[in-house]
């Protein structure tokens, strides 16, 4: 069954219009990429989807289940199953880890246990009275995930989960989303830069330029298509 579906998706900010129809759709319990450079409108799609206060949708409909989230609260969009994980993994950087998943269990309309997200992360769980601000990026990844684990979501968004992160922590979190997506069954949309991070956890991947869809690919015409990853990629 189809979970969330983009279409011809128009959005923009006071300095003009960044997604000029985009679409895309994501299956349920799927593992989905959203690929492209520097500035294509990544963010701003997720942003969109998650229903930010920027940038603002111009047109087109997106569609979670049965529900069109065009004007819907964001918290609203979260109760009904959609984790957003912003770029910058917020995380409240006074609050311990216990803290911070408590916060996000308190907020969900149908969140899981805190046990059973800490078992999930067992680092979290050895570190589960320390500060947010006082852990590594990569820690603090996993923090910001495992906070949208808590929600108990049908669907992950996640921004450049890799980003600035040493290559080990890398492996770590993409096995973390393989497993959130295999074993809990929930639908992962991932905007990446990282190509062969995106290539290594995803199975289907869509590449955005300059605010549109231009290729959507499998992983296996994404390796071997160089042409394709040089043009819209620059790898
Ligand atoms: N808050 C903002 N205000 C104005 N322009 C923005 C804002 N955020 C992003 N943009 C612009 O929108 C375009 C797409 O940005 P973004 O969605 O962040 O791209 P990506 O995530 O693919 O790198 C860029 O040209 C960027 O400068
Ligand atoms: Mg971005």
Redesign the pocket.
């Known amino acids: 069954m189809t979970l969330l579906t983009v279409e011809n998706l128009e959005a ?5 219009q ?1 997604l000029f129809g985009v679409d895309l759709v994501v299956e349920e319990s799927e593992l989905v990429s959203l690929l ?10 997720l ?1 969109s989807v998650a229903g930010a206060a ?2 603002t949708v111009l047109g087109g409909e997106i569609t979670f289940g049965s529900e069109q989230l065009a004007g819907v609260a964001p918290y609203s969009i979260a109760q009904r199953g959609l984790s957003f994980v912003p ?1 910058a993994r917020r995380c409240f950087p006074r609050l311990t880890v216990r803290e911070n998943i408590r916060l996000a269990i308190n907020h969900a309309s149908d969140p899981k246990d805190l046990e059973t997200v800490l078992d999930f992360f067992p680092e979290l769980s050895e570190m589960r009275e320390k500060q947010a601000r006082n852990m590594s990026g990569g820690e603090q990844q996993m923090l910001a995930i495992a906070r949208a684990l808590a929600a108990n979501p049908q669907l992950m968004l996640l ?2 989960p890799f980003e600035g992160l040493a290559p080990y922590i890398v492996r770590r979190i993409e096995d973390i989303i393989a497993e959130i997506n295999d074993q809990q069954g929930i639908a992962v949309l991932l ?1 990446e ?1 990282n190509v062969a991070a995106a290539v290594a956890v995803a199975d289907r991947h869509y590449i ?1 330029d300059e ?1 549109r869809i231009v290729e959507s690919v499998s992983t296996t015409q994404l390796r071997e298509n160089e042409e394709m990853r040089q043009r819209y990629l620059g790898v």
Do not use: S
Not at 12 to 16: F, M
Not at 36 to 45: E, L, M, P
């Open positions: 923009g900010y006071e300095t003009g960044v492209g450079r520097n500035g294509a409108g990544k963010t701003t799609t942003r920027e940038p770029e921004d450049e905007v830069q955005l605010g």
